[in-house]
């Protein structure tokens, strides 16, 4: 099976600018969640769609939103970029696997904002 | 809320030596899941073995097994037969089965030739 990919992987904007992240979880995978890691915060969970529906959503502002198409592929958008928002967004998809939902992560997307 | 800590920020092993990273976390909750994450100079985060709290048999992936104390809340890996290419950040993660992973620190590990 092929694995998550994440489109683009680099990515550079300037500040007040928008940008849309998109993921293709692995086949069959409905759940997909998304994450932001910086050398300051570390991981952080930012949100998870299951069947289009945003089940979790981390302690992010209104900026960063998501949404999940009918095929599980799933988009993050953030609006007004900041020089904070310069972070690794990953990307993950799970699927129970013996009861266990196990996440699998993309590459990962790297944004720099100028 | 639940928390993860890493209390090593870096660790070096020899190759062919086992090296063990620590882990603690804080939780009210009964049924859990953890994790132990890779993540190479590639930043492609790699799972490396996880952990369902309801089972005592603690986990292991060939080289790769962990320690996991309940009653201490504690869950630290074990990597035996170091190689080169296990070099990189391990992440220590919990999860509530609500497929939101809360990460720790991470722990640098260098392997040495």
């Known amino acids: 099976k092929a694995g998550v990919t994440q489109t683009p992987r680099y990515l550079i904007k300037t500040r007040g600018q928008q940008v849309t992240l998109s993921c293709s979880p692995i086949?069959?995978?409905?759940?997909v969640s998304w994450y932001q890691q910086t050398p300051g915060q570390g991981l952080q969970f930012l949100f998870e769609?299951?069947?289009?529906?945003?089940?979790n959503k981390g302690n992010f502002p209104g900026r960063f939103s998501g949404r999940q198409f009918s095929n599980s592929r799933s988009e993050m958008n953030v609006s007004t970029l900041e020089l904070g928002d310069s972070a690794l967004y990953l990307c993950a998809s799970s699927s129970a696997v013996g009861g266990t939902y196990t996440q699998y992560f993309g590459p990962g997307t790297r944004l720099t904002v100028l | 809320a639940q928390t993860v800590t890493q209390s090593q920020p870096e660790m070096s092993v020899q190759e062919a030596e086992t090296v063990t990273l620590s882990c603690t976390y804080d939780t009210s909750e009964s049924n859990y899941y953890l994790f132990w994450y890779k993540q190479p100079p590639s930043r492609q985060m790699i799972l490396v073995i996880r952990q369902e709290a309801y089972k005592q048999q603690n986990a292991t992936e060939n080289r790769f097994s962990v320690n996991f104390q309940k009653a201490a809340k504690s869950f630290s890996l074990k990597i035996s037969d170091s190689q080169l290419g296990d070099t990189a950040m391990y992440f220590c993660a919990f999860e509530l089965g609500t497929d939101k992973l809360i990460f720790g620190t991470g722990t640098r590990l260098q392997v040495f030739p």
């Open positions: 086949s069959g995978h409905r759940s």
């Open positions: 769609y299951f069947s289009e529906t945003q089940r």
